[in-house]
C-alpha cells in the first residue's frame, strides 16, 4: 500500500504559467516532506523541502504548501520553464526515522515553450 | 563537484546469474540507500546503512538480494539469482548526518535488464 501518492502520472503546462504538482499522503506519522525532480538518465535531484511545523516554503520560483489535516501538499512552480520538464517526486518522512524517506510514483512534468 | 558514483552504467543479463552493483558514496556521507525505480511502483526504497551498519532492509526480496558495506566508500547490492522482473534501474543515494534536512544525493543508477 503505497503511502505516499501522486495521483496525476502525467501534467503539461504552458511556458510562464503556473504548475501545481498534487501529492497525498496516508501516514500520519510522517512530519517531513520533500520534492525532487529527475531527468531522463540521471538520479534524482533535491528541489524543496518543508516541515510539519510550516505550512508553506517558497524557494525562488518553487513554493511547497502543506495542509496536514488533509495530508495533502503540492509543489507551485511559478512561471514555470521548459527546463523544468521532468518527473517530480513528491517524498516522505517520520521524524523517529527520518532517514526513511519515502517516495511517491512521480508525475511526468512537461512544460510546453 | 562532489557526486555519488555507481557501476555499471548498465547491464543486461540472462535469468539465474548473479548481478553485483556497485556505488562509492560521497567522501563524509555516512547514510547511503538503495532504491529502486520501476514504472509501476516508482522509486521503492530496498536497504539503507549509517555508519556501514544496515538499519533497514524491509523493502528488499531477502531470498535474493543482498547489500553491504564493506568499507565507508563502497556499497554493493547483489542479485542471485535474478530474475526478469528484477529490471529495473537501482540508485544509490547518500547523505550527511541529518541528512533529512537537505535532501540525498543520488548517482546516475543502474539499468539492469534481466533477459
Known amino acids: 500500500d503505497q503511502q505516499v501518492k501522486q495521483n496525476s502520472p502525467s501534467l503539461s503546462v504552458q511556458e510562464g504559467r503556473i504548475s501545481i504538482l498534487n501529492c497525498d499522503y496516508t501516514n500520519s506519522m510522517f512530519d517531513y516532506f520533500l520534492w525532487y525532480k529527475k531527468y531522463p538518465a540521471e538520479g534524482p535531484t533535491f528541489l524543496i523541502s518543508?516541515?510539519?511545523?510550516?505550512d508553506k516554503n517558497e524557494d525562488g520560483r518553487f513554493t511547497v504548501f502543506l495542509n496536514k489535516s488533509a495530508k495533502h501538499l503540492s509543489l507551485h512552480i511559478v512561471p514555470s520553464q521548459p527546463g523544468d520538464s521532468a518527473v517530480c517526486f513528491c517524498?516522505?518522512?517520520?521524524?523517529?526515522?527520518?532517514?526513511?524517506?519515502?517516495f511517491g510514483p512521480g508525475t511526468s512534468l512537461s512544460v510546453i515553450p | 563537484d562532489a557526486r555519488v558514483t555507481q557501476t555499471p552504467r548498465h547491464k543486461v543479463t540472462e535469468m539465474g546469474q548473479e548481478v553485483t552493483m556497485r556505488c562509492q558514496p560521497i567522501l563524509g556521507h555516512n547514510t547511503v540507500f538503495w532504491y529502486r525505480q520501476t514504472m509501476m511502483q516508482g522509486l521503492e526504497l530496498l536497504a539503507y546503512f549509517r555508519n556501514r551498519a544496515p538499519l533497514d532492509d524491509s523493502g528488499m526480496p531477502k531470498d535474493r538480494f543482498s547489500a553491504e558495506m564493506p568499507d565507508a566508500t563502497l556499497a554493493t547490492l547483489k542479485i542471485q539469482p535474478s530474475e526478469p522482473r528484477d529490471s529495473a534501474v537501482y540508485f544509490c543515494?547518500?547523505?550527511?548526518?541529518?541528512?533529512?534536512?537537505?535532501?540525498?544525493?543520488f548517482g546516475s543508477g543502474t539499468r539492469l535488464t534481466v533477459v
Open positions: 543515494a547518500s547523505g550527511p548526518p541529518g541528512v533529512a534536512n537537505y535532501g540525498y544525493t
Open positions: 518543508i516541515s510539519s511545523i510550516k
Open positions: 517524498a516522505a518522512s517520520e521524524l523517529t526515522s527520518y532517514d526513511k524517506v519515502i
